[in-house]
């Protein structure tokens, strides 16, 4: 049985390791005023609440380092807490720009794509639009047939080079020009061929006789513009034929 001097010296004790002296210690609980509304003890419009002073049985407790060294750890704790998501956040934001980036990649390679597919059906819808392409037997022919008719003997003497000009080409805005044609022509009959310079004589010669001829389209039958015009075609054609 435990007498009252022992009983004192705990009790001393007691308050010095709590850090309150004997006489704060008598108080076991400090009052705390507590808002009515938390004991629904709710105002009226006649009647103002009044505080209600509860009894708080339990120490006061402040959320801070009781030491420094326990400060002093939790300083490193927060300073590596922030360190470790800092390198989170970053590591998430890298994982961010890579996708970011193989999606512009993706979308890079889609419009390649599709790109040469739409060029692959227009140049397949062109190519049915045309239909096959021409053989070296078709493109023989065609020139044969796009090719003027050659002269005939009493328009253009081979031997002499004398040329039986049209009506519609005895005019005088031809004259020089006639003049230049039949030279060479004589030439060629002379020499048995023609030259490149002979050859770009008559092809500017003819050139332009078309052109002073389609001036004069006006005052000429449809008919007989139509024999002057493949008549000096016949003409620059006879330029590009060898001679037998």
Known sequence: MKTLPTLLVALALSCTFLGQSPAQAQVAHRPVVVPASYFYNMPTPYTMPRPIVRPWPYPYYRYHASTAAEGYMRGVAAV??????????????????????????????????TFFAMRKINQESRAAERGPRPTKEDLVRLAKTAAPDRLANDQLNAATGQIAWPSALQGEQFASYRAEI?????????GGGMGAQQRDNLEQATGTM?????NDIRQLAPMEYTNARRFVQSLAYEARVPTL
């Open 210 to 214: 078309l052109v002073l001829l389609k």
């Open 80 to 113: 590596t807490r922030a360190r470790g998501e800092y390198n989170l956040l970053t590591s998430q934001a890298a994982i961010n720009a890579e996708h970011a980036r193989n999606l512009a990649l993706d979308n890079s390679k889609k419009n390649a794509e």
């Open 182 to 190: 039949e030279r060479v022509f004589a030439e060629r009959a002379a």
